[in-house]
């Protein structure tokens, strides 16, 4: 992606970076980027209309309420909103080229091409935003702090629906063998 610095390309950095919903990202303008934070504030929908065909819309709120908040580009990718910024020029959105703001779906398209050219499994953005979690919570960020950046109003949302176990069955077997309870057999018995 980084090799290829396409604006939907960084974008989807940006999303595995801060686990920003994909609707969440289109919606991001200039204006929500202070430094290495944005400001979460809208997101797009679609819906179909009566007469067929599909409306992108960009609501000016996000998902849910705890879904208003500020997330945090790392600092080995502020790189990443830099090189946003030379290519989008002064378009009013973070993802956006000459004709506007670029929709969720053409994010979401890349993504599953760029599963395809690497060889693994199509990924939604979902994912990237479940992987981000896992991150945060195996290394043992603050739960507040995995709920805030999440916009999540429980953190038990983050922990139940986005955690996944991502260590190796070595890793696992390393970290159980040095929990202190278990480093003296003599002990136990």
């Given at each position: 992606l980084i090799s290829n610095p396409t604006v939907v390309n960084l974008g989807i950095i940006i999303m595995f970076c801060t686990g920003v919903r994909v609707g969440e990202l289109v919606g991001i303008r200039w204006d929500d980027v202070i430094e290495n934070s944005i400001k979460i504030r809208r997101t797009e929908i679609?819906?179909?209309?009566?007469?067929?065909?599909n409306v992108?819309?960009?609501?000016?709120?996000?998902?849910?309420?705890?879904?208003?908040?500020?997330?945090?580009?790392?600092?080995?990718?502020?790189?990443?909103?830099?090189?946003?910024?030379?290519?989008?020029?002064?378009?009013?959105?973070?993802?956006?080229?000459?004709?506007?703001?670029?929709?969720a779906l053409k994010v979401r398209k890349q993504l599953y091409s760029v599963c395809g050219k690497i060889g693994i499994r199509r990924k939604s953005p979902h994912k990237l935003r479940k992987t981000y979690i896992s991150i945060l919570l195996d290394n043992g960020v603050d739960k507040k702090l995995v709920q805030d950046v999440a916009g999540h109003a429980q953190i038990s949302t983050s922990e139940r629906n986005?955690?996944?176990?991502?260590?190796?069955?070595?890793k696992k077997g390393e970290i159980l063998s040095n929990l202190p309870e278990f480093k003296n057999i003599e002990l136990m018995f």
């Open positions: 679609t819906y179909r209309k009566e007469t067929g065909g992108y819309e960009i609501r000016e709120y996000p998902k849910t309420e705890a879904g208003i908040r500020t997330v945090y580009v790392p600092n080995e990718f502020t790189v990443v909103l830099n090189k946003l910024k030379e290519l989008t020029g002064n378009q009013r959105y973070m993802i956006s080229d000459d004709n506007g703001n670029i929709k986005y955690h996944r176990n991502r260590k190796s069955d070595a």
